[in-house]
């Protein structure tokens, strides 16, 4: 699987959008983005992934660049709940089915 | 979505003792389960892929005669900690594959169990 970088630690206000970017330049023609969160002591939950098109469902929108190797999670109104840590990873779909984890993006949401 | 369970959600226990830790998928079929290990401060880590009817896979470095996996049927998969240590302390956290792929997730998490090893 690619690898991904994202920025250790991030700050929103309550109530605005979150932007959560990931880079992951190596990506394979093959391979989706996908992005997890995981609340203090609790196990990850998935929000979103997408191949090339953008994505949107209830909890977030999934912006992928042209090229693919950039993807930008968007929170579109933050709660106070939404602060966890934000993981971004790629895979392929099929065959290989192991999520590897990064260090992630900890977002907090400031009151 | 739906629902792994795992039990216990903690459990405390003296070095050199066994410990067994259950995941279960409540409202499906999971042929295969994942199982890591995260550490305070830590990404999660992939321990083993656990097949039901057949042998874990586990990860470099992952000693398979320490965690013990067993995958019994489609609903339940078990990872006993043999001979803790302290250094064994952690929060693992499994997670089953859907079989019928009903959802575009594929993989659903357990809420985690907290091993402290004394």
């Known amino acids: 699987d690619a690898k991904t970088t994202q920025p250790p630690s991030m700050d929103c206000a309550e109530g605005r959008a979150a932007n959560l970017p990931c880079n992951h330049s190596t990506i394979s023609g093959n391979e989706y983005v996908y992005w997890y969160r995981q609340i203090h002591s609790q196990g990850p939950q998935y929000i979103i992934h997408?191949?090339?098109n953008n994505e949107t469902n209830e909890m977030a929108s999934l912006i992928i660049t042209e090229d693919r190797k950039s993807s930008t999670l968007i929170l579109p109104h933050a709660t106070l709940r939404d602060t966890a840590v934000y993981y971004c990873?790629?895979?392929?779909?099929?065959?290989?089915?192991?999520?590897?984890f990064g260090t992630g993006t900890r977002l907090t949401i400031i009151p | 979505g739906a629902v792994v369970s795992q039990h216990p959600s903690w459990v405390i226990c003296k070095s050199g003792t066994s410990v067994k830790i259950e995941c279960r998928s409540l409202d499906f079929q999971a042929t295969t389960m994942f199982w890591y290990r995260q550490f305070p401060k830590q990404s999660l880590m992939l321990m083993a892929t656990?097949?039901?009817?057949?042998?874990?896979?586990?990860e470099q470095g992952v000693e398979k005669d320490k965690f013990l996996i067993n995958h019994a049927s489609l609903t339940l998969s078990t990872l006993t900690v043999t001979s803790a240590h302290p250094e064994d302390s952690s929060f693992y956290i499994c997670s089953a594959r859907d079989t019928g792929t009903r959802t575009k997730e594929e993989q659903f998490f357990g809420p985690g169990t907290r091993l402290t090893v004394l």
């Open positions: 997408g191949l090339k």
């Open positions: 656990s097949n039901e009817g057949s042998k874990a896979t586990y």
């Open positions: 990873i790629v895979r392929v779909n099929f065959g290989n089915e192991k999520l590897t």
